[in-house]
């Protein structure tokens, strides 16, 4: 069984607080959105012939990602990335454009029939612009099949066109491009594939994978779904015209806020849930009961869950009500930044290494996992250079360093900033002066560069001996430098 319902639209996120400009074949809505630089939102699933979705009929929990935490073994920021998504029950396209895919899933009129919405989103450069006049342009395809067996349960075929004012929009690294569509099935279980391709060049990516589409029954929750913006459907034949997250992720220091819709139909739809955001080992990190508000055959609500609230790394939001057995929940993910996957605990505080005292790191480390929450709570109270503010400027700034210094320094080791110059770089900042003795002598063989800290009376000397950009810190200085960046951690 297959419906599809026409709203099929290509979202183009702007860079900072002004409209958003949507290309559709049947629809033009103009939303605001708030700046981002990454997202959160896990509905559905994973990599070829890994199950999506959830096979459960009308009650029992209904999940987008699979159980257990996710592995942490040493890949690249992309590949790391890819993995935390498929980990948290997303689709990571792999291939030559990478795109991640969400899949959610809405109560219907009939019980037989549940509203299925997917939604995808790439980066910008992922696509090859080209000038048109003043402006940018880039043309992609979408198809997006179901199948049952040889049956072709459901298929959507697009071809979209972004248009972007400026040549810097068109190399964001964000989640800058949603496209989105509702489509009707019929419960049960599909052989879900989705293909994008680039059509200004070569670049294309396709996902193969498992859905399982639930039976929703009347008065049940739908999935918690993500979202930037979202309009509730006006009753129950209708649609929520929402613009979701596909990537399900917050950027720590840039939102303060991850929206999520709720919505139940049915007369006996729950008037109230219950909200929790579970963390590491079943600690429940955040709770509240929402109201949820009635129209025609529906009940809905949108909630703004506090980032400060969730921690850095993945975790589930779980949504229930006192009046059913069944919950609905979804994983989402606070990172910090497109270039710093961190899914635990324990890895966001090796990436604090630079910028808290031992002893406060300590402090966090040796925290119950129960406690984890008030230490983090009480960490960002003890750094925050700025109370009186709602960011947490040092930790934004903190993390600015690293993603520049990933950025700046990639020729100097595997991670910019753990390498000598990136470890300087984010522990002591920009230097008053750099002395580089290729601008006296450019046939030397060997390079050295002089990094002068005036204030703290500091001169580092670094050395490129193999000619390819490869800096290290002379041996007998990395003690200096070590000490330096403790005595910056220490002072007030």
């Keep these: 069984m297959q419906d599809r319902i026409p709203y099929s639209v290509t979202f183009l996120m702007s860079i900072c607080v002004k409209p958003v400009e949507i290309r559709s074949r049947f629809v033009r809505r103009r939303f605001r959105a708030r700046c981002v630089a990454l997202v959160a939102l896990a509905l559905v699933a994973c990599a070829p012939n890994r199950k999506v979705g959830q096979p459960t009929p009308d009650a ?22 890819q993995r935390l998504y498929r ?15 969400s899949v959610s899933f809405l109560g219907a009129p009939n019980a037989d029939s549940t509203l299925v919405l997917f939604a995808v989103s790439m980066p910008s450069r992922s696509l090859g612009f080209t000038r048109e006049g003043d402006r940018y342009i880039a043309e992609y395809t979408v198809r997006v099949e179901a199948r ?41 279980r599909y052989q879900l594939a989705i293909v994008l391709k680039d059509e200004a060049g070569l670049r294309n990516a396709a996902e193969e994978v498992v859905l399982e589409v639930p039976r929703i029954a009347t008065g049940a929750l739908g999935s918690p779904v993500p979202v930037y913006e979202a309009i509730p459907r006006s009753s129950v034949d209708s649609v929520p015209r ?18 999520l819709y709720l919505e139940a139909i049915g007369a006996d739809a729950p008037a109230q849930v219950k909200v929790r955001v579970v963390g590491e080992g079943d600690i429940e990190l955040f709770s509240r009961d929402v109201e949820m508000t009635q129209r025609l055959g529906v009940r809905s609500a949108t909630i703004g869950v506090p980032v400060s609230r969730m921690g850095v790394g993945v975790s589930s939001i779980v949504v229930s009500s006192s009046s059913r057995a069944d919950t609905a929940r979804t ?16 890895e966001m505080l090796t990436y604090l290494r630079l910028f808290a005292t031992p002893d406060k790191l300590k402090a966090l480390r040796d925290a119950p996992i129960a406690s ?16 009186g503010t709602a960011e947490h400027e040092g930790l934004r700034d903190y993390f600015v360093r690293i993603r520049t210094a990933n950025l700046r320094y990639r020729e100097d080791g595997p991670i910019g900033w753990q390498s000598d110059r990136g470890t300087a770089f984010v ?30 009376r500091l ?32 002072s007030p």
């Design 148 to 188: 049952q067996g040889l049956r072709l349960a459901a298929q959507i075929d697009a071809r979209e066109t972004v248009r972007v004012p400026t040549f810097r929009e068109t190399s964001r690294t964000d989640e800058s491009i949603i496209w989105q569509q509702y489509v009707r099935l019929a419960p049960g």
């Design 331 to 346: 994983r989402v993910m606070v990172s910090l930044g497109d270039d710093l996957p961190i899914a635990t605990f324990e």
């Design 242 to 259: 929402l613009l979701a997250r596909p990537r399900s992720t917050v950027v720590f220091g840039v939102d303060s806020l991850l929206p």
């Design 459 to 490: 001169n580092l000397v670094f050395q490129d001996q193999t000619g390819f950009g490869r800096w290290r810190l002379a041996v007998s200085q990395r003690a200096e430098l070590e000490n330096a960046i403790r005595r910056r951690l220490s």
């Design 60 to 81: 029992g929990p209904r999940s987008g990602g699979p159980p257990g935490g996710v592995p942490t073994q040493t890949l690249s920021a992309a590949g790391e990335l």
């Design 372 to 387: 984890r929450s008030d230490a983090w709570l009480q960490f960002l109270k003890a750094t925050d250079p700025n109370p």
């Design 87 to 101: 980990g948290m029950g997303l689709i990571a396209g792999a291939g030559s454009l990478s795109f991640v895919a």
């Design 427 to 456: 522990g002591l900042g920009d230097p008053d002066n750099i002395f580089d003795s290729a601008m006296q002598d450019p046939s030397a063989r060997v390079r050295q560069q002089v990094w002068e800290y005036r204030n703290i």
